[in-house]
């Protein structure tokens, strides 16, 4: 079990940057991509979203299990919604669709405005994730609670989400050590009867000696930190962040996209578009 | 401090180093128990998420800011280390968050005497029924075409299995927790 928070853009154009940008970016792109359906918008701003994950030099055989977790994730979303939803898309009625043919049983159809949607679903979604790998692998571990707390986010909660980080590998391995010892004593976490809530009933013996075992050995940092009188007045970090010039002009792009995309989404531009080929096809 | 019992209300909201620890805590917890994640059946995009008792726990055990931190921090780190994305899901983890504030709340306005276990079940199924109200955001997000796919594929699968997860998780870490806190003088 390797959950431990890896460091992989190390040296990339990203990595130099403030890492506060990357947090600022990923919530400029996330709020201008959810305003989006037009795929003519769509499909350049997935590209910018690639080239961003690109300048992160995130070598790909170390996160290509995580990129089929979110295709396996997107392609769910893509198929469910458009099965359930059927005739009704994006404010296009069924007997606007130009309908290519209809699914056996259920008979939702497969139409234009469907493989639109998917495409801007996939769109959507991908270059979400993509803006979102870098601050798990291009900022410094180091570096996360300086960024939050210089973010505006109150001290001590930066301070535990710093906390959090450092955490997270000590808690994989006691869950790990937990889980061998209780397999020496029989236990088997996913080869039970019961479905789901056998497999969920069957977690506490794991999940509860790790729980109380972290709260009891949590007072030594507990003791540690009132010691140094944590809390008492406003905390300084050792690490100093300050924007470059670089960083100003990504900002810039940033909130410029969202400001654009805000505005073209009000005036009713965004909305769900089809191509003429694929209307095309249909006829 | 917040306590189980619920008699100190007025100061649940109070920010020590003791909730800056624990809620650290577990929320790394509930990222490292995520592995044990798996999809619903016949959902779109659910997980059930056996460690979901983590967030309602920490929300009974150390107050409403530990349980929203969990819920929140936690299950954003959970969908980074699966692969998701810290912010793809943005509105589920504070769906997340929602349920271990409420939890916390509920700690400690309403678990006063012995029937505590029970008091943490029903806790822990109305602050999952109220809280994961807010994932109907799917909808104005895009992740679910209509209020139908949100309330047949979002919503109701994960507040069932959620209820289920920590109605039965919940009061167990409960029960082996109370003890401990006696004899730790907490």
Redesign the interface.
């Known amino acids: 079990m390797n959950v431990a928070p890896r460091y992989l853009g190390r040296g990339s154009w990203l990595s130099r940057r403030d890492p506060r940008l990357l947090i600022l970016v990923l919530v400029c792109y996330v709020f201008a991509a959810v305003q989006v359906w037009d795929l003519r918008i769509l499909a350049p701003m997935a590209t910018l979203a690639f080239l961003y994950y690109q300048s992160a030099r995130i070598p790909w055989r170390a996160v290509r299990a995580n990129w089929a977790y979110v295709a396996f994730f997107i392609s769910f979303i893509v198929v469910v919604n458009t099965l359930i939803t059927g005739g009704e898309l994006r404010g296009f009625a069924e007997e606007d669709l130009h309908i290519y043919f209809r699914l056996p049983l259920i008979h939702t159809p497969i139409s234009a405005e469907m493989l639109s949607y998917a495409g801007a679903q996939l769109l959507r979604f991908g270059s979400m994730a993509a803006m979102g790998f870098p601050i798990a692998f291009a900022i410094a571990p180091g570096d996360i609670g300086p960024t939050f707390a210089r973010l505006l986010v109150p001290y001590k909660f930066a301070y535990a989400l710093d906390l959090t980080f450092r955490f997270i590998p000590s808690m994989a391995a006691d869950m790990q050590t937990t889980m061998d010892a209780q397999r020496i004593r029989g236990y088997e976490w996913d080869r039970v009867p019961g479905g789901p809530i056998g497999r969920m009933r069957r977690l506490g013996p794991l999940l509860v000696p790790v729980t109380i075992n972290a709260i009891v050995g949590a007072e030594d940092t507990i003791d540690a930190m009132d010691l140094r009188g944590f809390g008492t007045g406003k905390r300084t970090w050792l690490r100093e962040l300050a924007y470059g010039r670089t960083d100003w002009v990504v900002l810039a792009a940033a909130v410029t996209l969202l400001v654009t995309v805000t505005a073209l989404s009000l005036a009713g531009l965004t909305r769900l578009w089809v191509p003429d080929l694929l209307i095309s096809l249909a006829r | 401090m917040t306590t189980m019992t619920g008699t100190s209300s007025d100061s649940m909201w109070e920010?020590?180093?003791?909730t800056?620890?624990?809620?650290?805590?577990g929320?790394?917890?509930y990222?490292?128990?995520a592995?044990?994640s798996?999809?619903?059946?016949g959902?779109?995009?659910v997980s059930?998420r056996?460690?979901f008792?983590?967030v309602t726990?920490f929300g009974f055990?150390f107050g409403p800011v530990a349980g929203l931190?969990v819920g929140l921090?936690?299950n954003a780190?959970a969908d980074?280390?699966?692969?998701?994305?810290?912010?793809?899901s943005?509105n589920w983890s504070v769906a997340n968050g929602l349920a271990g504030l409420i939890a916390g709340v509920w700690a400690a306005s309403m678990m006063r005497g012995s029937n505590r276990l029970v008091s943490a079940a029903v806790g822990s199924a109305v602050a999952v029924i109220v809280g994961f109200l807010f994932v109907f955001t799917d909808i104005?997000?895009?992740?679910?075409?209509?209020f139908?796919?949100a309330l047949?594929?979002n919503y109701l699968p994960v507040v069932i299995?959620n209820v289920?997860?920590a109605g039965?998780?919940t009061p167990?870490?409960v029960a082996?927790?109370e003890p401990?806190r006696a004899s730790?003088g907490r």
């Open positions: 920010v020590t180093t003791r800056i620890v624990y809620a650290a805590i929320a790394a917890l990222a490292v128990a592995q044990f798996f999809l619903l059946p959902t779109a995009n059930l056996p460690g008792a983590l726990f055990a931190f921090v936690g780190l980074q280390i699966s692969g998701w994305g810290l912010m793809t943005w104005w997000l895009g992740t679910a075409e209509s139908s796919v047949s594929d299995s289920i997860v039965i998780l167990i870490l082996a927790w401990m730790m």
